[in-house]
């Protein structure tokens, strides 16, 4: 286990601006429509060790990593980790409830919001339903989430803010 300092690290993966080649051969840059974010994580490591509990309501503001996955506007697809991430964290039901005093993993996908606590335990918000991560899962998203840390567009965060205000 480790203790963590509260950096915030913004991950996400999109294009806003298409080169093009008009009639005339001339270059270029169009804007693309607002973006379609496809999913939204917010990871505390699992085996973080935190002074103040990091709950449902507060991970929000004590991320560490931040990722956003936009769906592909030239090809109209999400990433493949999008639906990974989506079937892993629905794959064993339990009856266990979630620890919201150790919150480290929020996923909005779609409509739905999950929460995982440093067990593993997956409360889906919006119906209540919950899961178990194993701990092989949790090693995998936590590889994952740490393959996409320093793939970092730093101001893309206020440009799909803009563009995408009241939406999700």
Known sequence: MHK?????NLLVLLSLLVPTTSVHGERA????PPPKISMRIIFV???????LPITMSSIDEK???RVWFVRSLMRDNDHPFVSKLGKMLQANTTKEGIDDNSVRLKVELG???????RNGTVLKKNTGEKFQLSREQMQEIENALANFDGVVDTWASQ????LTAGSK
């Open 4 to 8: 963590i300092g509260f950096t915030s």
């Open 29 to 32: 840059t169009v804007a693309e």
């Open 45 to 51: 490591s699992f085996g973080a060790e935190t002074f």
């Open 63 to 65: 991320k560490h990593l």
């Open 111 to 117: 409509a739905d919001t999950f929460y995982a606590d």
């Open 159 to 162: 440009r799909i803010s803009s």
